[in-house]
């Protein structure tokens, strides 16, 4: 904000104080200062008022001042948040504590070391598509819609710095943090992607380190729901894939078509990819028949064929009707668990009820 504005809409008296930590990796302290409060400021504003009238050598990290490139992450009266989207009015008469993030190495005041996310992005096997997917793809707006939730991340790591497992362990090998929970659940739930994560979730990646305390996504300033719309449907697909016996014979009769490779056989077989082959009972998935239709998992056969019920649409009226056994080689692709997920959830919330089940169950 321009000094004559803030001149223009500054208060006679109104002023906010700050607590900026001010050190390096020899250590440092809190540093009081006093900036006059304009309406609507910010405290990204409040800093640079500090940079450019008291502390020139003031190390602050930012780029947009619009919440979309991630970059002014700080800990606000111990809370991770972004600077630029807090406003200083909401602290009423409070001092405004302002920190570096805790999670990550101290370079300079308010300036971390983040490289560790880069490193940690660079393990994760990106999006493969079969080879035999025609160019351009083409996705139903209900799969984009699914998928739109991960890419709203805008990789502020605030979601990493409140994460105690993260935060409270030196060592960061255990796991790879929610941040990198969210790009996983974004490449496990294209419908166009063949490729397997869950032998890197269950080693590398560490999923089970996770205890949802959702902490993550209470601070996630793009409200994604990293708990309930990553890292469980995630964690139900892990469990499924290593410890569902069916799953563990098949892979031990063929490692490499079974349905829970290891991240070694992955990275071995890349191109052996043919397809989606994680089910479980109650996971929803898309038939390969005319129009694609949805269908819920009722089991899964010991041949790993599944028996479905089968969404049958007549206009408002859907009901599920089944149940049919089908190959699996005949779906398209799964969309994961019932209850977690977005379009199976609120197909059975609008439509369906346990009683129209039952009824065709009978
Ligand atoms: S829910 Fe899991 S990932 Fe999120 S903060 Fe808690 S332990 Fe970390
Ligand atoms: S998931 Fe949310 S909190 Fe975590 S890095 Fe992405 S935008 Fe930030
Ligand atoms: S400056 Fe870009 S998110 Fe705050």
């Given at each position: 904000m321009s000094e004559s504005k803030l001149a223009q809409k500054a208060g006679p008296n109104s002023s906010i104080v700050l607590r900026i930590f001010r050190g390096d990796t020899n250590g440092g302290r809190e540093q009081r200062f006093e900036v006059p409060s304009i309406e609507g400021m910010v405290v990204l504003d409040a800093v640079h008022y500090v940079q450019a009238h008291f502390a020139n050598d003031l190390a602050c990290r930012w780029n947009c001042k619009a919440a979309r490139c991630g970059s002014c992450s700080a800990e606000i009266n111990g809370r991770p948040r972004l600077m630029c989207?807090?406003?200083?009015?909401?602290?009423?008469?409070?001092?405004?504590?302002?920190?570096?993030?805790?999670?990550?190495?101290?370079?300079?005041?308010?300036?971390?070391?983040?490289?560790?996310?880069?490193?940690?992005?660079?393990?994760?096997?990106?999006?493969?598509?079969?080879?035999?997917?025609?160019?351009?793809y083409k996705m139903l707006p209900e799969d984009t819609e699914r998928v739109y939730e991960y890419r709203k991340c805008i990789e502020c790591f605030l979601c990493q710095d409140v994460c105690h497992v993260l935060r409270n362990h030196d060592d960061k090998s255990a796991y790879y943090g929610p941040r990198y929970m969210v790009r996983i659940a974004a490449l496990e739930m294209h419908p166009l992607d063949t490729r397997k994560r869950t032998g890197l979730l269950h080693g590398k990646a560490g999923i089970g380190m996770c205890n949802i305390t959702k902490c993550c996504q209470e601070v996630c300033p793009e409200h994604i729901k990293i708990t309930d719309n990553a890292i469980i449907p995630l964690k139900e697909r892990t469990a499924s894939d290593v410890y569902d016996p069916v799953v563990r014979i098949a892979r031990k009769i063929n490692p490499f078509r079974g349905v829970a490779a290891t991240a070694a056989l992955e990275e071995a077989r890349p191109s052996q990819a043919t397809g989606p082959q994680r089910f479980s009972v109650r996971d929803v998935v898309r038939l390969k028949t005319r129009g694609r239709r949805l269908a819920r998992v009722g089991s899964v056969l010991p041949d790993r064929r599944l028996e479905v019920w089968v969404l049958q649409m007549n206009g408002t009226v859907q009901h599920w009707d089944g149940p049919k056994v089908v190959r699996t080689s005949d779906v398209a692709s799964n969309y994961g668990p019932l209850d977690d997920v977005g379009i199976g959830a609120k197909l059975v919330e609008q439509y369906i009820t346990e009683d129209h089940e039952a009824q065709h169950n009978g």
């Open positions: 989207k807090t406003r200083v009015d909401e602290f009423d008469n409070e001092d405004i504590h302002v920190g570096p993030m805790r999670a990550f190495p101290l370079i300079k005041d308010l300036v971390t070391d983040v490289s560790w996310n880069y490193e940690v992005n660079k393990q994760i096997p990106g999006f493969t598509p079969a080879p035999s997917e025609p160019v351009p």
